[in-house]
Each structure stands twice: as C-alpha cells, then as structure tokens.
C-alpha cells in the first residue's frame, strides 16, 4: 500500500498547479543574524537582464500561455511570492542571479500567475531579492524585518525606473501575490494613494494577504467588475474549512468575489471562467466557491488528478491560477473601461 507524507503530497500538489505550496507546519530553518554586507547585489534596472519579462523580453515558457500580440495601450507590474524557501540555506534574501532562482520565478509565477494580465496589458515582472519564507514564521519573524525591508527597496527601485523609462504616461495594473503583495500594497500607497499617479491606476490586485479599506487614504475596494482607481484582494481555502490563523491573518480583510467581482457571496462552477493547470491547459466551470469574512471558500476543482488536491485545504498556492481566466477577463474589461472613461 502506497502512502504519502504531508511533504510529499504538497510537493505533488506543486508539480500539478505549477505553483509553490507553501507548507502548513513549523519546519526547522537555518538561519542568521541579517547583515547587509553579506546580501544579494543590489539589482540594476536598467540591465534588461535583471528583469524576468519586459514586452520585449517574454521568456518562451511564458508564451506557451499568452498570446504575445501587439504592443497595449496599458501596462500591468506583477510582483511575484516567496519562492524562495530552502530550510538549508540561512540566508535572509533570495540571489536573484542564480539560474535556479531566475528559472523558478519565471517558470512558476510568470507562467501561472502573471500570464492572467498579459491580454490586457504589456508585463513588466522584476527580479528581486525576496526575502526568505521563514519571515513569516516564529521565531524568524521579528529576525527577519530587515529582509523585508530590503525587498520592498527593490521593488521601489524597479517601479521607478520603470516609470521613468518605459511606463510614457500609459495607465497601470498592479498586479502580485503573497509576500509579493505586501510590497505591493506599499506602492500604491507611496505611488498612488491621493497621489497625482491614481488617475492612471486602472486597478490593484493585492492577492493572497489580509488587505483592509483602511490601509489606503482614497483606494476603495473595488465592488463592480468594471470599477477602477482602486483595488481587489482575495485569500482562497477549501470550503468549510478554516487556518488556524484565520482570526489573526484574514479575518476582516477584504474578500473579493474572484468570479463575478461584485458583492456577491457565492459563484456556481457554470459561472467560472477556468483554472491554469501545469499542463498549460485552462478547465472552465470546475469550481464554485463562497466568500466569507476575510476569505474565499473553494469546491475542490475539477482538474486531472483532482484527487490529491480533496486532501489539501489551504489553497494560497492556487490564489491566482485558479481564478486565471476570470482575471484575465477581469482585467481586460477595466482596462477598457479605464480607456472610456479617459478617451484623451
């Protein structure tokens, strides 16, 4: 008889959706005290080298996905997860110059995640040096705040320098997931937020952490499909099940219907636009889902395999790819709103 451990259920789960899953328990991890003079480079965004896609520079992996089509009238800046994870390695931040490193951004988050937006808009993706996942765990947390902060400068530096070099005024999608989110959220409230720059934010999608109203001055919850200016958020877990941190980590943050992106609670698999499997393959209608405080519950999707996905309930890996065309479609119709609302 065969059986499988946590360990390697969830790394089968990866494999299927392509996607890190990020593990449940409380591994051991080696670790340091943070010193900047032993991080990664600080990378230079002007070396189209240090950016994983560029309109001009979309990797083959990546157009096995998308259509790469014209230049758009309108840019999305995706800022991908922690990938980087490795209990070994006691490094703070990720180098961002290794292949191994470079592959997986562009193979898992450019492939599954950032793809959504590339319909409705050119992908502009930065390599970073992301802090390492044992930030978000005890006892590490508190340790590795500098590694975070460290993060977010890369990220700033590269959203400058793309605004001052090929952003020509167009409007913007920011798009990210997860720890990708957190620096995220800083953007738009250091960019945009009653800032002159939030008439060209068509909108933000903050995915995969606790985003709350009240972390913005003027970005409002978007509650319509067409709406723009503000931002959307969602956190998906199988249905009728809760995180033991639910309280701490979602509970009172924003939920947003990934289906319809309106207010309503529940979405019918006939109303879903389809799951990205790894097979670079989309299944419409497989799941259905229902939005509580906090977060969306999700049916267990009906993809090959599916069976080894009934045994795992937290579905942070799958954020995106699992609502990929109903983001792709998402996107496009604000993008075209946005332009009918600023024909000039």
Known sequence: ???????????????????????????LYQTSNFNLNTAPPTPDYSLSENWAVLPDQIPPVLEEVI??????????????????TDKKDSSWNADYTKDSIRNEVIEKSAVFQASAWC??????????????????????????????????????????????????????IIAAH??????????????????????????????????QNSMFKKIKELKTPAATGGFVSWNTYKKNKLPK?????????????????????????????????????????????EVIDGMVWSSVPKIPKRFLLSFVKNYHFADINLFWADIEQNAVLRTKKWFELNPS
Not at 8 to 19: D, H, P, Y
């Open 67 to 84: 259509d790469k089509g014209p230049t758009k009238k309108a840019d999305v800046f995706f800022v991908y997860p922690t990938l980087f």
């Open 119 to 172: 319909k409705a808009a050119n992908l502009y993706l930065p390599f970073y040096r992301q802090a390492h996942y044992r930030i978000f765990v005890e006892p590490y947390a508190s340790q590795g705040q500098e590694a975070g902060l460290l993060a977010y400068q890369d990220i700033k530096n590269a959203f400058e320098y793309y605004l001052k070099h090929y952003n020509q005024g167009k409007p913007i």
């Open 245 to 289: 941190k639910y309280e701490e980590w979602y509970k009172g943050g924003v939920a947003t219907n990934p289906i319809t992106w309106d207010s309503k609670k529940y979405a019918t698999e006939a109303q879903h636009l389809g799951v990205l499997n790894s097979n670079k393959k989309l299944y419409p209608n497989s799941l259905s889902l």
């Open 178 to 211: 997860s720890q990708g989110s957190l620096h995220a959220k800083k953007l738009v409230q250091e960019f945009f937020d009653d800032k002159p720059l939030q008439s060209k934010l068509i909108a933000a999608y903050l995915v995969g952490v606790k985003i």
């Open 1 to 27: 008889m065969c059986t499988f451990t946590l360990k390697k259920l969830k790394k089968n789960i990866t494999s299927l959706l392509g996607l890190l899953l990020f593990l449940s328990c409380k591994p």
